[in-house]
């Protein structure tokens, strides 16, 4: 049996909330949001900027330990996949050819857990039916969801005691 960590990005592996809270104030709610706005807040400019969450590498050698296979889930739309890419890459040390599920672009406006469930279902668990699904999350309606395929570790926190637990 396989067992696969689908890991979220931002506001799990990516501390992007400065850049979420700048647009927020300038403009308001996502929904909101043009989509001028959207490839601004998506320009590879200001991705490279954000920074890894404290403690978030740590699930390279978790999956290292479990046997696990790693995908990333994200609510990004797919106008930010070449810049997504090169900060999973450069920045956070994943891979160059690690899976990343990104929002289709026309599905922008979709509300981001129903979108991120559809995508694992369609993307992942239909793939990989039997495998053991962990799945690293900081939105709450989306860990909810995920709860029915699997084990949800509530993101950022989770890293400093898997941390503890890898070094321990």
Not at 16 to 30: N, T
Not at 83 to 95: D, E, G, K, N, Y
Not at 124 to 153: C, M, N, Q, W
């Amino acid at each position: 049996m396989s067992v696969i960590f689908v890991i979220d990005i931002d506001g799990t592996t990516c501390d992007s909330l400065g850049r979420i809270a700048g647009v927020a104030s300038d403009i308001g709610s996502p929904d909101l949001w043009t989509d001028q706005t959207m490839k601004e807040f998506l320009s590879e400019e200001n991705i490279m900027g954000d920074e890894v969450m404290p403690g978030s590498r740590v699930v390279f050698k978790l999956a290292n330990i479990c046997h696990a296979s790693i995908i990333f889930l994200t609510g990004r739309n797919d106008y930010a996949r070449d810049a997504t890419r090169r900060w999973l890459t450069h920045i956070f040390r994943a891979p160059p050819d690690i899976p990343l599920i990104m929002r289709p672009y026309a599905q922008k406006s979709d509300y981001t857990a129903e979108c991120k469930e559809n995508l694992f279902l369609k993307h992942v668990y239909s793939l990989h039916p039997d495998a053991t699904f962990i799945f690293f999350e900081d939105e709450d309606d989306t860990a909810a969801r995920y709860a029915k395929y699997g084990l949800v570790l509530k993101s950022p926190e989770c890293w400093k005691l898997l941390k503890e637990v890898y070094d321990g």
